[in-house]
């Protein structure tokens, strides 16, 4: 090599060296915890367990005697002297209610044919009785009430004698009852079926309050998700399922419904993790960073 060009040579070479540098200082740096780190959104999911969901029927309606009886004196002409039970009354079979005048002296006692719960009473000291004027007592049989109520055609088929409901009453809380009568017909203007309910209770009721009844119809155990999984499309109803951390989108049919959980009777399976809030934004195959939701978060 010349002498020239080893001059040229040296005075390249701390140009060269730092275009080397700033070359190396150009190239990006990676973490171990970069480079493992999963790719895609962030998503919460949980597992499809196994749970068991009750079909019940709701009832609303009056309360009502079950039975009247209307006490009434045998005989024209008798004057009520004395009254011995009022309305609310509870008496037994035989008891006397009131005493009426004879027209010929002497007084006849009038009795509970049936004991029960006095409902109402046009008895007033010194007024006129017989046997066929307004009733002195009317008595609730045996204190026995129904529920008279009445519930959509579609419900009606479910709905069976000697089935057991759970009743409120307004002004009495909750009492039992049982199923006694389903109507074989709808009313053609609502289109609503009436159901009778035989109420089963001490408590006093009160005649025509408003009631509620939840008759248990069926139960069915299957697979559980929440209602935020469902997801409702043109395509039908779906959930979506995150698999080797991508979405899968699989079609369900969907059953009862309770506490914010639905019954999944078809599509899903046990143990199948599913995104807690399905979303139009989550497609089929999208790469997501699986999250699992806690116990309190279900």
Known sequence: MSHF???ALLR?????????????SSQPSFSADE?????????????????????VVEVS?????????AVRPERLGLKVTEILADPGDAVTAGQTLARLSLPEGGTLQVQAPVAGLIAASSAVIGAMASAKGEALFSIIARSEFDLIG???TRDLPKLKVNQTARIKVIGAGDVDGKVSLVAPTVQPDSQLGQVTIAVTSTQRLLVNSSARAMIKTSQSCGVSVPLTAILYTTAGTV?????RERVETKRVEV???SGGQVEIRDGLAEGDMVVARAGALLREG?????VTASADAK
């Open 255 to 257: 059953g009862l419904l």
């Open 150 to 152: 009445l519930v959509p």
């Open 286 to 290: 999208d790469l997501v960073r699986p």
């Open 35 to 55: 480079a493992d780190a999963p790719k895609g959104s962030t998503v919460t999911v949980l597992k499809a367990t196994k749970a068991c969901f009750s079909d």
């Open 12 to 24: 390249c070479l701390p140009t060269l060296a730092v275009a080397a540098l700033l070359c190396l």
């Open 239 to 243: 959930v979506q399922v995150v698999r």
């Open 5 to 7: 060009a080893e001059r």
């Open 61 to 69: 309606g009056i309360v009502r005697p079950r039975e009247e009886t």
